[in-house]
């Protein structure tokens, strides 16, 4: 059985940086896209971050572009998250989710219901 693990979330100063992890188990084979989400309390779900099975492309909210970066290990199907300049907004529960059901396009990779697998999240703090 595939499981997605997120780690590496925190309390944090506005201002300073996280780095989350997502590792996968249950399978030996290409865990293919992998994207994180995050939700706010009483917010919907929005997409953060995407990368394809090969590392390129990637896709961002426009809220955090120029201060996340997404990355991969194809090799071990782990993604990261590297967030810089944290805000408070930033504050939620993020989600790793992976395998694509159909190819995602820069206007559609932000959907819940394009990813097989999902993590139980990891909170992110971040305080003024």
């Known amino acids: 059985q595939v499981r997605l693990a997120e780690s590496g979330g925190g309390s944090v100063q506005a201002g300073g940086a996280l780095r989350l992890s997502c590792t996968t188990s249950?399978?030996?084979?290409?865990?293919?896209?992998m994207v994180w989400f995050r939700q706010a309390p009483g917010m919907e779900r929005e997409g953060v971050a995407f990368?394809?099975?090969?590392?390129?492309?990637?896709y961002y909210v426009d809220s955090v572009k120029g201060r996340f970066t997404i990355s991969r290990v194809s090799a071990n199907n782990t993604a990261y998250l590297q967030m810089n300049s944290l805000k408070p907004e930033d504050t939620a529960m993020y989600y790793c989710?992976?395998?694509?059901?159909?190819?995602?396009?820069?206007?559609?990779?932000?959907?819940?219901?394009?990813?097989?697998?999902w993590g139980q999240g990891t909170q992110v703090t971040v305080s003024s």
């Open positions: 989710a992976a395998n694509c059901v159909a190819r995602p396009t820069s206007t559609k990779w932000a959907r819940e219901e394009n990813y097989r697998y």
């Open positions: 249950g399978t030996l084979y290409s865990i293919g896209c």
């Open positions: 990368i394809s099975a090969d590392g390129s492309p990637t």
